[in-house]
């Protein structure tokens, strides 16, 4: 088991500091029928006038309801990149702490790392795009605060295996950041529900993939009561602003994830028995995620010719373990049957001939 220790953990700065309070932090009981005049706000009415719940706490019950976790046991921040930095701030002391991520992987923990001046300890997944566990545990030392897992990973589309994670998640005295963005287009169960049993364990969900919501930049972290209670001293008041907790709440209630899911699991079923054709096509690697990861023949001219037939696709090329790597979201039935015929025509068209 870990020796996890969240006093320990803790900067000093944040254990020692008395967050802000707001106006609706101090009273906030808007049923009542009261005149407010603690927040100055603008008095006259128009929807949003008011400073918007800073716990939103109406969006929290729907998400606690849906996934069965306590709402003490939840944060939302704006978008996951917000939750994730304030991970950062609360637990890694600048220049002095670092991380460990698993390259290739989602390119926020790096640059996140690099604003708050932590040192990110990069060591690469195997071939198979699976955690070297051995090689992180190594890399840990006295300074590690967190190691980063996306499961299902970007931009590889893979799930990491149970035992991986579980190891790591045992082995490790900080914290595991557990990204779960794509989980609901996995088969694997999400790790939530062993939430209790790993007191080192933050998982991340998002409302920007599944949920169709990306614009409204909800992000959602969920760990201990204790974790939770750390990185609400520490984020701003009012994260997420008014309209997109009432369009979230909206829109969850409408339960359109599950449908818009399998269809897009179905058309990501299509397009590998498609590509699977292919000549150009080197390696469809194996995807729980709403895109897939393609080795092609040569990744910056198949990337030139989806853009100059009006496709935007993601070259992931630079990667390491990606060369000449294609990511391609799935997109709609109708959206497909174009892409379809894109590919049946650039795989017709023989690399050398243009060349
Ligand atoms: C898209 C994505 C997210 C979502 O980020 P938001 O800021 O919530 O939109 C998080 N993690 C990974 C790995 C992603 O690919």
């Known amino acids: 088991m870990t020796n996890f220790n969240l006093e320990a953990i803790t900067r000093a700065n944040v254990k020692n500091m008395k967050p802000y309070s707001s106006a609706r932090d101090e009273f906030e009981n808007f049923t009542l029928n009261m005149i407010y005049l603690d927040a100055n706000e603008n008095p ?5 006038n008011r400073y918007p719940d800073p716990q939103q706490k109406e969006l929290k019950l729907i998400i606690s309801d849906k996934n069965n976790v306590p709402k003490e046991s939840i944060l939302l921040g704006n978008g996951s990149d917000e939750v994730l930095d304030l991970v950062y701030r609360a637990f890694c002391e600048p220049n002095k702490d670092n991380i460990i991520t698993l390259p290739p992987t989602y390119g926020m923990y790096s640059v996140l790392a690099s604003v708050n001046a932590i040192e990110n300890r990069e060591v690469l997944l195997n071939e198979d795009f699976q955690p070297n566990v051995d090689a992180i545990l190594n890399a840990v030392d006295e300074n590690t605060k967190i190691i980063f897992l996306c499961s299902p990973n970007n931009p590889t589309g893979n799930s990491f295996t149970d035992s991986s994670v579980i190891k790591i998640l045992n082995s490790f005295n900080g914290l595991v950041v557990l990204d779960e963005a794509y989980i609901d287009f996995s088969e694997d169960q999400s790790w939530l529900s062993v939430l209790n ?4 364990l933050i998982i991340t969900q998002t ?12 992000g959602i972290l969920y760990a201990s009561k204790e974790i939770i209670t750390v990185l609400n001293k520490i984020k701003p008041p009012y994260n997420i602003n008014g309209l997109s907790q009432d369009t979230a709440v909206k829109k969850l209630l409408q339960s359109t994830m599950p449908a818009q899911v399998k269809k897009i699991i179905s058309e990501r079923k299509k397009l590998v028995e498609l590509l699977e054709t292919c000549e150009f096509v080197e390696k469809i690697y194996p995807s729980d995620a709403n895109f897939i990861l393609i080795k092609v023949d ?19 090329s630079n990667q390491p373990l990606c060369e000449n790597c294609l990511r ?6 109708e959206e497909n049957e174009q892409v379809f015929e894109l590919i049946k025509s650039i795989n017709n068209v023989q690399k050398s001939i243009i060349y």
Request: glycine content about 8%; cysteine-free.
């Open 44 to 48: 006259f009415s128009n929807g949003m």
């Open 207 to 218: 409302l920007s993939k599944a949920y169709a919501m990306a614009g409204l930049r909800i």
């Open 197 to 200: 049993d790993f007191p080192n």
């Open 298 to 316: 040569d990744a910056n001219f198949r990337y030139n010719q989806f853009l100059e037939n009006g496709v935007v696709v993601r070259n992931r």
């Open 328 to 333: 391609i979201s799935i997109g709609t039935k």
